[in-house]
């Protein structure tokens, strides 16, 4: 083992990125009780946003309290159903729904995961008692509790897009779960209607708010039998009692029951009795449940129809809900290749409109960023791809060779990308770029490698349209606050580009070598270096007496105390270091051409000569390109040598930098 490591000992796990200590910190040490009032005094996500990541397994006490409070949360107000066991298939005998009274607390425990699985590595810290608790968070009637907990399911998935369903804990109920949020309200408003694509006029045949669903029972608990005529209804007394105001049943001769929810004049009424509007949804399905025995598969998509119809007086709520829709989607992808060839086939048309919201110029950033992730899980996925490849889906809206078609758009988008960034209109009052633009950025990238990658395995000659890689480059270089974290998956994009032989040259001759070297040069530069500051507030241990982590220690406390990093650059850097790294190639002379090249070695020796300015992500991948290069080519060593770079590495032998 290396490093001395015993075998079969356990692996250290490293603490996260500096920014994130203090938060990291302040969630170990407090309770479970403690959590929110901890969250709202440290947690901050735009500090994840603009810090390297790290790892889950060292968040482990985290998740573990962050579950905790939800289980607690969950016993505390949430409503238990029960549905009728019909079937040795059933798969779920009852519900548990949140109440919809005092739900901030728990929205910013779930935004806080989903923040946590978005920018950490290594996601198998997650248990199976937290995603089976996330899973209970989808039968909210709240759409932002709704949203996060599919935003945590799909980046803990997406980690795992590559395994089979068995191994992500996510069970048959889960699975439905998600089919029915998929399918929406059923009925008007379509989704281009409620993404503000197309006009919703209320002038329809079911109008909007009005639910209506279709089911049939084998078996009745009892006799329907119509009231007198002359019979005068007691006034509602409960939220119970006045649900029966807002449904309607109707059974046909062949016992189909149809039954019609006024949702909107539920959310309308005005009255004492009928409850606070967040908990009226639950108190309809209540009521239906216990007048009709409904199983999961009845029920669920009718509780989904229900709080989606709930929404619809909110603009923002009903997008929401749209969002959702598309994301519940890439979680069945990524989870239930099954399921998803049997959606695609019944709801094929609601593909094509998702398609359409990918070309609109007028479609909110959140939105559109939510169909990028769907599509970049489609085209990514190995078990979704087989299912759009299946014979009976061929040729479908989304398959990877239809996609190709989109191909122009795509390029659009891409190339207007950067100038739009540095627009003043998508910025906040502080200059930097809104957050949900940073979003839909990272998924646009992202998206845009996979669907580069896609188009070069289905192509026969493994030619890569270099014209993609232009917005790639120049983004980098906008240097606007707030996109660090777009920026970074701008260059993991060409380093991807990069990791592939078969199109690795052409990347090289479309100018990518010169514009990371610039750019190298420029963020090495943007770094002061002025290590005569301040002395360090602790004196070095004594390298008599101290032992090894407490040298250490001692190190990385006086480079963190040094160091003048741009915050949210570090991340930037590393990246750009690995990128160049995949530049070296092995063809004839090309380790000594980019050796020479005067961006590469000053920015490589002013980095190794102040490691304390650096960091030490930043002087690990330096030393990383430097060996490279060597190794490529062995008559770099004497360049090397030349430069003086033997010196330096000597004296960081003599005295390692911390971290080292």
Known sequence: ?????????????????????????????????????????????????????GELAAWVDGLGKCEAWLQQWLDQRGV??????????????????????????????????????????????????????????????????????????????????????????????????????????????????????????????????????????????????????????????????????????????????????????????????????????????????????LSFHHAYPLWTRIRCAAGLADPAALERWSICRIMALAVLALTADNLLRMFLLHCSDWFQKVKEVLSSNTVSPSVFAAVLHLLTVLLSSTHACEALNSS???????????????????LQILHEAPAKMADPAQHDADGALRSDYQAMYTALFGFASVFALSQVQHSNVHTLNTAILDPFLKVPRLRVPGTEKVTAKCISVIENLLAQDNIREQVIDAGCTQHLLALLHEEVHHVDVDVDGPAPAEAPADPATATPADLLWGMRKRMEATRRFPAGREVVLTHVLRAVSHCIGTSQGAPVALFSHHHCADSLKRILTNPAAYGQPVLKFAAHVLISLINADHTVCALVIDAGFLDLVLQMVAAPPADA
């Open 1 to 53: 083992m290396s490093g001395g490591q015993r075998q079969g000992a356990p692996k250290k796990i490293r603490e996260p990125p500096a920014p994130l200590r203090g938060l990291w910190q302040a969630v170990k040490d407090c309770s479970v009780e403690a959590l929110p009032a901890t969250l709202r005094a440290a947690y901050k996500r735009s500090v994840f946003t603009t810090s390297s990541k």
């Open 80 to 293: 238990q159903l029960a549905f009728s066991d019909t079937g040795a298939d059933e798969v779920q005998k009852s519900i548990t729904i949140p109440t919809g009274v005092d739900d901030g607390d728990a929205l910013l425990i779930v935004q806080f995961l989903a923040t946590l699985l978005e920018h950490c590595r290594n996601k198998a810290a997650m248990t199976q008692t937290t995603v089976q608790t996330l899973g209970l968070l989808l039968n909210s009637p709240s759409v932002e509790v709704v949203h996060e907990a599919l935003m945590v399911l799909h980046w803990y998935a997406g980690s795992h897009r590559q395994q089979r369903t068995q191994s992500l804990y996510f069970d048959r109920k889960a699975q439905h779960k998600l089919v029915s949020i998929a399918a929406g309200w059923g009925h008007s408003p379509s989704l281009l209607q409620a993404t503000g694509l197309e006009p919703f006029s209320p002038s329809t045949a079911e109008p909007p708010g009005v639910v209506k669903y279709e089911y049939f029972l084998q078996t009745y608990a009892w006799v329907k039998t119509a009231p007198p005529a002359d019979a005068v209804p007691a006034p509602a007394a409960t939220p119970a009692e006045k649900a029966a105001d807002w449904v309607t049943f109707e059974v046909s001769e062949s016992g189909r029951t149809t039954v019609t929810v006024d949702v909107a004049a539920a959310m309308a009424d005005a009255s004492d009795v009928a409850g606070p509007k967040a908990d009226r949804p639950c108190a309809i399905l209540k009521y239906i449940l216990t007048r009709e025995r």
């Open 392 to 410: 009976d889906l061929r040729g479908s809206a989304l398959s990877p060779s239809t996609l190709a078609a989109s191909q122009g758009r795509l």
